[in-house]
């Protein structure tokens, strides 16, 4: 498989989604914990780690997601999304991950095009 096949291409978004949300926190896998990253499969381990972010997470996701099926920006998404309940469970996941790993919240806006 090349480099730049779909597949590869999809892995790597995925992969991508998975650091912005921060997925890693909630796997089993010390290799993932460690690299604060998934090492493993994430076509296997992506939605069963999904599943455990908090609702408001997965909502913020999901609302991104409506944007993007809507053709709105990544900046347009955010603004929307600031609106609702669901950028502030964001922000407080973020900032729960970072408190347990001894790092500082970051801006979600740095992880901009991970698709």
């Known amino acids: 498989m090349s480099e730049s096949s779909p597949d590869k291409k999809s892995d790597r978004a995925v992969r ?3 650091r912005v949300l921060s997925l890693w926190h909630l796997c089993g896998n010390a290799a993932c914990i460690r690299a604060r ?14 599943a ?9 996701f999901a609302c991104l997601l409506e944007a993007k099926d809507e053709g709105l920006s990544f900046d347009e998404a955010l603004q929307r999304i600031d609106e609702t309940p669901a950028a502030q469970a964001f922000a407080e996941w973020n900032a729960a991950v970072a408190a347990s790993g001894g790092e500082q919240p970051r801006d979600r806006r740095h992880d901009r095009r991970c698709d």
């Open 16 to 18: 991508g989604w998975s």
């Open 37 to 50: 990253a998934c090492r493993g499969n994430i076509r296997a381990c992506g939605p069963r780690t999904f």
């Open 52 to 60: 455990l972010l908090p609702p408001g997470v997965q909502d913020w």
